[in-house]
C-alpha cells in the first residue's frame, strides 16, 4: 500500500525567524494529520475523500475512493469505517485521536457518550458511510466541532 508522501522538514531546519501565518500553520498541520492517517487509515488519502456532513440530529461520514472502480480503495474504506463504526459504538475514539490529537474538538465528549449517540453503518458502492444521530444538543454540538476539525485538518482529502 502507498503511503502518503509528505514532505516534512524536521523543526531544526526552519528558519525560526520568519513569522508564522495562517496558512503555513494550516498546511503543516494537514501534512501532519496526513503522516499520522497514513499510520491509521489503510487506505490512500489520496485516492480517497472524506465527506462530513452536519444533520440536525449529527451528522453524516462518508468515505468514497475517488474512483469509483477502484475495488482496492473501496474495500479498504469499507473495512476501516466498519471497524471504526463498533468502536466508536463504545465510545472508543483513540483512532481519531492518534490522527487529530487528543484534544480535537469535540473528542472528549464523544468519548464520554455513553450510547446516547446511535451509530450505524453502510457500505455504499464507492466506499462506506457511517451516520451519528442523537436526541442531545451537546452531544449534536460536539459531533459538528468533531466534523468541522476533521474537515479542516484533512484539507483537499476533506469536504463538508
Not at 453502510?122 to 459531533?143: K, S
Given at each position: 500500500m502507498a503511503a502518503v508522501?509528505?514532505?516534512?522538514?524536521?523543526?531544526?531546519?526552519?528558519?525560526d525567524s520568519a513569522?508564522?501565518?495562517?496558512?503555513?500553520?494550516?498546511?503543516?498541520?494537514?501534512?501532519?494529520?496526513?503522516?499520522?492517517?497514513?499510520?491509521?487509515?489503510?487506505?490512500?488519502l489520496e485516492?480517497?475523500?472524506?465527506?462530513?456532513?452536519r444533520t440536525d440530529t449529527g451528522g453524516v461520514q462518508t468515505v468514497v475512493a475517488d474512483d469509483p472502480?477502484?475495488?482496492?480503495?473501496?474495500?479498504?474504506?469499507?473495512?476501516?469505517?466498519?471497524?471504526e463504526v463498533e468502536r466508536f459504538r463504545r465510545g472508543d475514539f483513540s483512532d481519531?485521536?492518534?490522527?487529530h490529537g487528543t484534544e480535537m474538538p469535540g473528542l472528549a465528549t464523544l468519548r464520554a457518550h455513553g450510547g446516547r449517540i446511535t451509530i450505524t453503518y453502510?457500505?455504499?458502492?464507492?466506499?462506506?458511510?457511517?451516520?451519528?444521530?442523537?436526541?442531545?444538543?451537546?452531544?449534536?454540538?460536539?459531533?459538528h466541532h468533531w466534523f468541522d476539525a476533521q474537515v479542516s485538518d484533512h484539507?483537499?482529502?476533506a469536504t463538508r
Open positions: 508522501a509528505v514532505a516534512a522538514l524536521s523543526g531544526g531546519c526552519a528558519d513569522p508564522s501565518t495562517p496558512t503555513t500553520t494550516t498546511s503543516n498541520r494537514q501534512a501532519d494529520v496526513a503522516e499520522r492517517g497514513a499510520s491509521v487509515m489503510p487506505f490512500d485516492r480517497t475523500t472524506h465527506r462530513f456532513t472502480r477502484d475495488s482496492t480503495q473501496i474495500t479498504l474504506v469499507q473495512q476501516h469505517l466498519s471497524a481519531p485521536a492518534r490522527i453502510e457500505a455504499v458502492p464507492d466506499g462506506a458511510r457511517a451516520t451519528y444521530a442523537t436526541d442531545d444538543a451537546g452531544l449534536r454540538d460536539a459531533l484539507g483537499p482529502h
